[in-house]
């Protein structure tokens, strides 16, 4: 018998975890802010419905220009709202994980936002 297996599933371990952070916090506050952008984008419905990070978070990417505790902050806001959009919405955390490794190099994204989303795995039970 198979089930369906949510993508946040699939890096299930800290370390995985603890390298999507750390690969975040790489990135300059701007660029994880649009990058949670493009994120909500490759989440939208079949209506072009979407989510958008709050306004205030402007406000946090300013404050982490300027301040380590506010990069810290941000870092771990940015992260909170992918697990979010993970857990909720379908945002599939590997090829997030595959991509950010790229981008927090300072290399454009190689797929469209939408290959973000995930497609439904079949796990063995």
């Excluded at 198979?2 to 990135?27: G, N």
């Excluded at 978070?57 to 902050?73: P, S």
């Excluded at 909170?80 to 599939?92: F, G, I, S, T």
């Amino acid at each position: 018998m198979s089930a369906w297996k949510p993508a946040y599933i699939t890096l299930d371990t800290r370390d995985d975890r603890t390298q999507i952070w750390r690969l975040l916090h790489r990135m300059p506050p701007a660029s994880r802010y649009a990058y949670l952008v493009r994120c909500c984008e490759a989440v939208k419905d079949g209506l072009g419905n979407g989510l958008f990070p709050l306004p205030s978070m402007r406000v946090m990417v300013r404050d982490a220009e300027r301040c380590d505790r506010g990069d810290d902050r941000l870092t771990n806001s940015v992260y909170a709202d992918l697990l979010q959009l993970a857990a909720n919405r379908e945002l599939d955390l590997l090829a997030v994980a595959l991509e950010l490794e790229r981008v927090a190099d300072g290399r454009a994204p190689d797929q469209p936002a939408s290959a973000l989303r995930v497609t439904r795995r079949l796990a063995s039970v």
